[in-house]
């Protein structure tokens, strides 16, 4: 069953150029007749894609190639220029960890918000608020407003809501560096079971042997166009001979 699907993806984004001129800058340029429109960036171009249910897919290409915009633009953080997302089933971006939360607000009424957020109850996220805390090891900050953490704490709190509600597509971009080394551990141990089940998963992430040994299929980009969909393996093996 169809639960992603990308129709002719584009996304135009304001270079660094743009979002410096100022309008002193611009009405001096206009005068002077020497104004030129400050140019976009394509970020994606048009891009296809259809996920199945229970795919695991990793996502590979050069740093600035389009793939954590990809991924936002699935997730719906940010909204393509042209073409259609269609996305079927609750979705855990692992993408900005804690990018969701109220800072104002405490540990505990903020798994409430971001449970809501990801589309499940208040009653739902009450339950598992327990085993969040004790996930995120945040047990003694449950009353603690989210603007006293550390960065390393939010990202914690992030990663144990996401991962503990068992969405029904987890999205992952390069996650597995949160906190210590037994924390990374229990995460990755946390991820494992997502490839057990019929979780959908897309991955993004510069360990191509990861790609390879965990994915089923891969996805290339470059320069915010898609080069190559198909196998892991053919993926990996494709980017690799570019470089060279």
């Known amino acids: 069953m ?41 970020v994606l171009d048009s891009i296809d894609l259809v996920v199945d249910k229970g795919e695991k897919i990793g996502v590979i290409g050069a740093n600035g190639s389009g793939k954590s915009t990809m991924l936002k633009v699935i997730c719906g953080i940010l909204q393509p220029t042209s073409g259609t997302v269609r996305v079927r089933g609750k979705i ?58 550390s960065s390393g704490m939010v990202a914690r709190l992030g990663f144990a809501i996401a991962t503990d509600i068992q969405p029904d597509i987890l999205i992952l971009d390069e996650v597995l560096s949160v906190g210590d080394e037994s924390f990374k551990n229990k995460c990755k141990q946390r991820i494992d079971r997502f490839w057990d089940n019929n979780a959908t998963v897309l991955v993004v992430s510069h360990d191509l042997r990861f790609i390879q040994q965990s994915c089923t299929r891969g996805i290339w980009l470059e320069k915010g166009k898609l080069r190559f969909l198909g196998s892991a393996n053919d993926a990996v093996d494709y980017y690799l001979k570019s470089l060279n």
């Open 2 to 42: 169809e639960v992603i699907r990308l129709d002719q993806v584009s996304l135009l984004r304001r270079t660094q150029e743009e979002f410096s001129y100022d309008l002193k800058k611009t009405l001096l340029s206009v005068l002077e007749g020497k104004y030129r429109k400050p140019t976009k960036k394509n």
């Open 92 to 149: 855990a971006p692992l993408i900005e960890l804690g990018a969701g939360f109220d800072p104002e607000i405490s540990v505990m009424d903020n798994i409430s918000l971001y449970g809501v957020l990801l589309g499940f109850s208040r009653a739902a996220m009450k339950e598992r608020t327990s085993s969040i805390l004790e996930f995120a090891e945040l047990q003694d900050y449950a009353l603690v407003p989210v603007k006293a953490l």
